[in-house]
T-cell receptor
Framework: DTEVTQTPKHLVMGMTNKKSLKCEQH?????MYWYKQKAKKPPELMFV???????INESVPSRFSPECPNSSLLNLHLHALQPEDSALYLC?????????????FGSGTRLTVV | GQQLNQSPQSMFIQEGEDVSMNCTSS?????WLWYKQDPGEGPVLLIA?????ELTSNGRLTAQFGITRKDSFLNISASIPSDVGIYFC??????????????FGQGTILTVHP
């Protein structure tokens, strides 16, 4: 299994809603990542988890809250988002000992905030 | 911080033509990755380069890690319509505060006319 699976594929939420994005991988990777991507722009790193611990937070607003409940799962909890947060949210995973090996992205969740 | 200059920004070519794109950096990287992204999907890893001077092929794709470690190029031979998409280069350095971080180029949008 060489896939990173993200759900849901599409999400529309209001600014007062709470929702969660989910990511799952079964490649034995112990490094997992959240990225945000605007149309025709490169992905921007948000968070890095290594061995289920948050190792990098790229100054992301607190309305985005990551969680890594186990080595296969990564969640991104969303609350009180703004329309400008609408984007494609990508999850990725890689080997933690050599983090740029096997760096695999999921298909993303297309988020629209209304 | 580190920045990658990817060129060209876009290309319009005829089916069967060869394509070349490149990335340059103001500082060195010890890993270069090339990704292709289709609309609504996540980036898919095409080629990974881990050693300066390395030349690697994957089918019709060939990529090289520049000897100065500040640049990389990707060639696509005999283009076909399914080559359409956005191509991103990404540079990385292992360890320390750079752990797991990819620095992306701005992307090359490739259009192939049948």
């Amino acid at each position: 299994d060489t896939e990173v699976t993200q759900t849901p594929k599409h999400l529309v939420m209001g600014m007062t809603n709470k929702k969660s994005l989910k990511c799952e991988q079964h490649m034995g990777h112990r490094a997992m990542y959240w990225y945000k991507q605007k149309a025709k722009k490169p992905p921007e790193l948000m968070f890095v988890y290594s061995y289920e611990k948050l190792s990098i937070n790229e100054s992301v607003p607190s309305r985005f809250s990551p969680e890594c409940p186990n080595s296969s799962l990564l969640n991104l909890h969303l609350h009180a988002l703004q329309p400008e947060d609408s984007a494609l949210y990508l999850c990725a995973s890689s080997r933690p000992d050599r983090p740029h090996y096997g760096y695999t992205f999921g298909s993303g969740t297309r988020l629209t905030v209304v | 911080g580190q920045q990658l200059n990817q060129s060209p920004q876009s290309m319009f070519i005829q089916e069967g033509e060869d394509v070349s794109m490149n990335c340059t950096s103001s500082s060195i990287f010890n890993t270069w990755l090339w990704y292709k992204q289709d609309p609504g999907e996540g980036p898919v890893l095409l080629i990974a380069l881990y050693k300066a001077g390395e030349l690697t092929s994957n089918g019709r794709l060939t990529a090289q890690f520049g000897i100065t470690r500040k640049d990389s190029f990707l060639n696509i031979s005999a283009s076909i319509p399914s080559d359409v998409g956005i191509y991103f280069c990404a540079g990385a350095n292992a360890g320390g505060t750079s752990y797991g971080k990819l620095t992306f180029g701005q992307g090359t949008i490739l259009t192939v006319h049948p």
